[in-house]
């Protein structure tokens, strides 16, 4: 069978109209000869206010006519405009598919050189840098490159890593100015096409203390008494000298200890027992080490 017909007094074309299958039930009277109550639709949301909006934006509005003898005041339903994204631009970077303008960065990334920093000539300066936001990119996404903007020239290692490194240089003895440096970190990443740059300042001054550490401090009762040390500065470039002092109840006399290079220093001595208040060393540039109490114990080896 087909064709149309029209029903409701023409309201409804028979045919075109697909309705849900559903059935409401409406409380009837109990007793015989009882008037049936009114058949309430406004009770029904969805008929008297209409629907929507749905996952498309679609909005359906009151049943029209609606079965009352009034109609009842619908609400407003506003059918939903979805937002468009533009991602920001990447300063500098061209479009692959155009070649021109900017390629949308990933938001938040951005290169940091690290904070800057203090030393003095002959230390090893380092250069630790990172991308900002970066822990949702690919793996080995991301390239990275060191480069010297001011200061007297030095030599970079591993200036194509995250981080880098360099030997401040030495400086006139009696020189008092602070030499500064900067350095520019490039960080690309290659799946979103875009590229940072941050600087670093490092400032590098004559009078500032260098830092010594000691190693080991032995002793041992064997030979009238033995005594050794192992002590390093940060000063590396072989600038820097050492001395040790024992402390005996008074301050001994400050005697020089051995190069070793790469500011490592050593000092050993027989006939000598362990001072009573422990050793003090001092670099030639003023930094200080002390101890009163030993690394290890050195024994003499048994021989049957």
Same mark, same amino acid.
């Given at each position: ?6 029903? !409701? ?88 598919? /155009? ?26 300066? +380092? ?5 900002? !936001?970066?822990? /949702? ?15 007297? /020239? ?5 200036? &194509? ?5 360099? *030997? &401040?240089?030495?400086?006139? %003895?009696? &020189? ?11 960080? +690309? ?49 072989? *600038? ?10 008074? *301050?001994?006399?400050?005697? &020089?200890?051995?190069d070793a290079g790469g500011g490592k220093f050593t000092y050993n001595v027989r %006939?000598?027992? +362990? ?7 001092? %670099? ?6 002390t101890s009163t109490t030993t690394t290890t114990k050195r024994r003499r080896s048994?021989?049957?």
């Open positions: 069978m087909g064709g149309t017909k029209a029903t !409701n007094g023409g309201q409804i074309t028979a045919g075109q109209y697909v309705a849900p299958v559903t059935e409401w039930i409406f409380p009837e009277p109990g007793v015989p000869g009882h008037q049936p109550g009114k058949l309430d639709f406004t009770t029904f949301g969805w008929l008297r206010d209409g629907l929507g909006p749905d996952s498309a934006g679609n909005v359906w509005g009151q049943l029209d006519p609606f079965p009352d003898s009034t109609t009842p005041s619908a609400k407003t339903c506003t059918a939903i405009t979805t937002p468009t994204y533009s991602a920001p631009a990447a300063s500098g970077t061209t479009d692959p598919g /155009t070649g021109t303008g900017t390629t949308p960065a990933l938001s938040g990334f951005a290169a940091n050189a690290g904070p800057d920093v203090n030393t003095r000539p002959g230390v090893v300066v +380092k250069l630790s840098g990172k991308a900002d !936001n970066s822990s /949702t990119l690919p793996a080995n996404d991301l390239t990275y490159s060191w480069t010297q903007v001011s200061g007297p /020239t030095v030599t970079l290692t591993g200036g &194509a890593s995250a981080t880098a490194s360099f *030997t &401040a240089p030495a400086q006139p %003895s009696g &020189a008092t100015a602070v030499v500064k440096y900067s350095f520019a970190l490039t960080v +690309k990443s290659a799946s979103e096409a875009t590229n940072s740059t941050d600087t670093v300042d490092v400032s590098s001054d004559p009078t500032a203390l260098d830092t010594v550490v000691i190693d080991s401090y032995t002793t041992t009762t064997q030979n009238g008494g033995t005594v050794a040390v192992t002590a390093h500065t940060n000063v590396v470039d072989g *600038t820097a000298k050492m001395t040790i002092q024992l402390v005996n109840g008074a *301050t001994g006399t400050a005697i &020089a200890m051995a %006939s000598t027992k +362990k001072p009573t208040g422990g050793i003090i060393l001092t %670099s030639s540039f003023k930094g200080k080490a048994l021989r049957s």
